[in-house]
Nanobody, 124 residues
Framework: QMQLVESGGGSVQAGGSLRLSCAVSGYTDYRYAMAWFRRAPGKDREGVAAIDTDGRSSYVDSVKGRFTISRDKAKNLLLLTINNLKPEDTAMYYC??????????????????WGQGTQVTVSS
């Protein structure tokens, strides 16, 4: 089992920045994929950014150039640095993990382990 706990969300003005953290515990050895998803009000959950232990990363087009996913291996953290926030980034952000190699990194149903979410609200 993997346990995931997100933090770092908040309310910011458009153009601002945030850094989301996901603390990972449980199974952290060998190969796994990790990702950030978000769900905006009235919309389906979408994959935002993902990374795996092979060094692959993937971003949804709407966040490329503004979001950066990374891992702090020493602290067992998954990070999401968000710059130039836009009102359309308002959503609940979830950390997800899967203990196997994934062909595509941003498919919701491929992930078994999820955190409880952290809210990001961007005002114009």
């Amino acid at each position: 089992q993997m346990q995931l706990v997100e933090s770092g969300g908040g309310s910011v003005q458009a153009g601002g920045s945030l850094r989301l953290s996901c603390a990972v515990s449980g199974y952290t050895d060998y190969r796994y994929a990790m990702a950030w998803f978000r769900r905006a009000p009235g919309k389906d959950r979408e994959g935002v950014a993902a990374i795996d232990t092979d060094g692959r990363s993937s971003y949804v087009d709407s966040v490329k150039g503004r979001f950066t996913i990374s891992r702090d291996k020493a602290k067992n953290l998954l990070l999401l640095t968000i710059n130039n926030l836009k009102p359309e980034d308002t959503a609940m952000y979830y950390c997800a993990a899967e203990r196997r190699w994934l062909t595509f990194l941003l498919i919701t149903d491929d992930y078994r382990y999820w955190g409880q979410g952290t809210q990001v609200t961007v005002s114009s």
